[in-house]
């Protein structure tokens, strides 16, 4: 089975900086999906960003960016000029193509919090 | 469109009373979820249903009754709940790209209240 592990419970940054998190995976598969999303105090989980595991360019979405390294199975998501909107809740999410229902793993979350 | 709607955004019930939750998404996506997400946890999965059909039932009790009337449609059906029960209820959609569901598309939940 998956596991997904982030590391990191909390993390904080000033506004306009760059913050990285964290995430490692286990798995025997050689294609997969790569999710993060965000959970902000309204509740939506929120798509950031998504990654194929046969791609080897890393994925970007305007100011969120990944760094997908696949022998090391990690897969950490870069913020870039940090906003207040950016303070949430943000979870990796693995999805094996193999499952008809397309089960996705989730790891256990990183707060983030944004300091004006 | 490409927004799950779920109804009510809040709910209080009592153990003995029956209440649904509902589900709609209009994507055209043929698989649809339901997690449960207690505070500062990750989303657990309760079920899926893949083109209406009940896919993956995770162990979830009785008391909880999924339905899926319809391509675009999910409900839960919660009949008789513990407290414990209380959590945020998410849905979630998502397409077949390929043979490959990718990825979820959440709901704003229904923060749910057992007393």
């Known amino acids: 089975a998956q596991t997904v592990t982030q590391s990191q419970p909390e993390m904080s940054v000033q506004e306009a900086e760059t913050v990285t998190l964290s995430c490692t995976y286990d798995?025997?598969?050689?294609?997969?999906?790569l999710f993060w999303y965000k959970q902000p105090p309204s509740r939506q989980m929120i798509l950031v960003i998504r990654?194929?595991?046969?791609?080897?360019q890393n994925a970007t979405e305007n100011r969120f960016s990944v760094n997908f390294q696949k022998a090391a199975k990690s897969f950490s998501l870069k913020i870039s000029d940090s906003q207040l909107g950016d303070a949430a809740m943000y979870f990796c999410a693995y999805r094996s193509p193999n499952t008809n229902a397309g089960k996705s793993t989730f790891g256990d979350g990183t707060t983030l919090t944004v300091k004006p | 469109d490409t927004e799950v709607t779920q109804t009510p955004k809040h709910l209080v019930m009592g153990m003995t009373n029956k209440k649904s939750l509902k589900c709609e998404q209009h994507m055209g996506h043929r698989a649809m979820y339901w997690y449960k997400q207690k505070a500062k946890k990750p989303p657990e999965l309760m079920f899926v249903?893949?083109?209406?059909?009940?896919?993956i039932n995770e162990s979830v009790p009785s008391r909880f009754s999924p339905e899926c009337p319809n391509s675009s449609l999910l409900n839960l059906h919660l009949h008789a709940l513990q407290p414990e029960d209380s959590a945020l209820y998410l849905c979630a959609s998502s397409q077949r790209r390929g043979g490959v569901n990718t990825e979820a598309f959440f709901g704003q939940g229904t923060r749910l209240t057992v007393v």
């Open positions: 990654q194929e595991a046969y791609k080897q």
């Open positions: 249903y893949s083109y209406e059909k009940l896919s």
């Open positions: 798995t025997s598969e050689s294609d997969y999906y």
